[in-house]
DNA sequence: ATTATTGTATTAAGCGCTTAGTACAATAAT
DNA sequence: ATTATTGTACTAAGCGCTTAATACAATAAT
């Protein structure tokens, strides 16, 4: 899994939600350690900054903790975690169907363009 | 239908989203006079250069165009307002999707969450 | 004991976005 | 003919994000 950054939002942002999604995934396991800031930032390239500034971010959510100076682990509350994976779907899904629905179209519309691509996806 | 605005992302691209969004949906019907820059600044509460400058790329797009000095129109292009319209949902789409798939969903999962979320709504 | 690694903090600079203020040209309205 | 409206352009300033460069403290590794 590679770092995707794009330019219209904050880099900071951007690098919460990946690695967000690298623990939620198992990309990361459950009280595994992580790589030292410096070469995260590099692996992403990246300010050592600005790696810093996500991984306080999720510190202050108890997804990682820090063992000074061992490193930085990912926290070992399975229930947590389950409970963000669910918390970003719901967000996903609730978003979606709300820009949809903004364009005008009806749940029996959506769930069908839903399908469409999905097929699509499988061929 | 309300302006919406955070802060989370560059301001004139959010507003080339709601008015796109607006022009798709018929809150500014085709070939309609919309308020002049200085007048919908105010509504968003935003600077007459920053809305100025969402307006300037809705024109490039096709999507409006200036009679000089008599105002701003929304396009006559039935066609293309429906095109646009349906390559906003498909992206929105794929990207839920994509979202989704890279938290550990499978499709048929995703369904069934996008199909209780929609039973909430209903309630 | 010494060295290397780790997280953390600080300062200065540059860049893009946004605002405020002002101004001008074209033309619709009067 | 005069005035008001409209789109457009320009400059200066402030702010947040990002980078670069350094430095320090704690401790694991040797």
């Known amino acids: 899994m590679a770092w995707e950054l794009k330019s219209d939002r904050p880099i900071y942002a951007q690098l919460i939600e990946q690695i967000e999604l690298r623990i939620c995934s198992g990309v990361y396991p459950l009280g595994s350690k992580i790589p030292p800031v410096r070469e ?3 692996e992403a390239a990246v300010n050592p900054n600005t790696m810093q500034r996500a991984l306080a971010k999720l510190e202050e959510d108890g ?3 820090t063992n ?8 070992e ?3 947590l975690v389950k409970q963000v994976r669910n918390k970003l779907a719901r967000e996903h899904a609730q978003i979606f169907i709300k820009k949809m629905t903004e364009l ?4 029996d519309e959506i769930l069908s363009i839903i399908n469409s691509i999905m ?3 499988k061929e």
């Open 68 to 75: 000074r100076t061992a490193g930085r682990f990912v926290t």
């Open 77 to 79: 509350d399975v229930k």
């Open 40 to 42: 995260l930032a590099q």
């Open 119 to 121: 097929k699509e996806m």
């Open 104 to 107: 005008g179209f009806e749940h």
């Open 63 to 65: 997804l990682l903790y």
